[in-house]
């Protein structure tokens, strides 16, 4: 049974910084996609970032490229998400996923089998 659990979300100003970690069991790090998606209120799940098993194939949506880094620790089976130069768009709350198909295309959000709970984060201007 695969479990991810989000933290590290919270509120922030304008220009911080947060960093989310998510703990897996039942998945290994390496095993497929694990990434981040988050959805605002109104609106529909957006992928942010992503990486791929052992190759590393990493992708970041427009908006977050050059802020955001993704990261993991093959040791601790997490993943994590460094949030640097945040903006009030960046509020929504953030999801952990991963999914062991590999796909050929840039993936969406429907391509994600398996979800953790979500942690909020709040950008104030």
């Known amino acids: 049974q695969v479990q991810l659990v989000e933290s590290g979300g919270g509120s922030v100003q304008a220009g911080g910084s947060l960093r989310l970690s998510c703990a897996a069991s039942?998945?290994?790090?390496?095993?497929?996609?694990m990434g981040w998606l988050r959805q605002a209120p109104g609106k529909e799940r957006e992928v942010v970032a992503y990486r791929y098993g052992i190759t590393g194939i990493i992708y970041y949506a427009d908006s977050v490229k050059g802020r955001f880094t993704i990261s993991r620790d093959i040791a601790k089976n997490t993943a994590y998400l460094q949030m640097n130069s945040l903006e009030p768009e960046d509020t929504a709350m953030y999801y952990c996923a991963a999914d062991g198909v590999l796909r050929g295309r840039v993936l969406t959000a429907a391509d994600f089998g398996y979800w953790g709970q979500g942690t909020q984060v709040t950008v104030s201007s």
């Open positions: 039942g998945w290994t790090a390496t095993s497929g996609y």
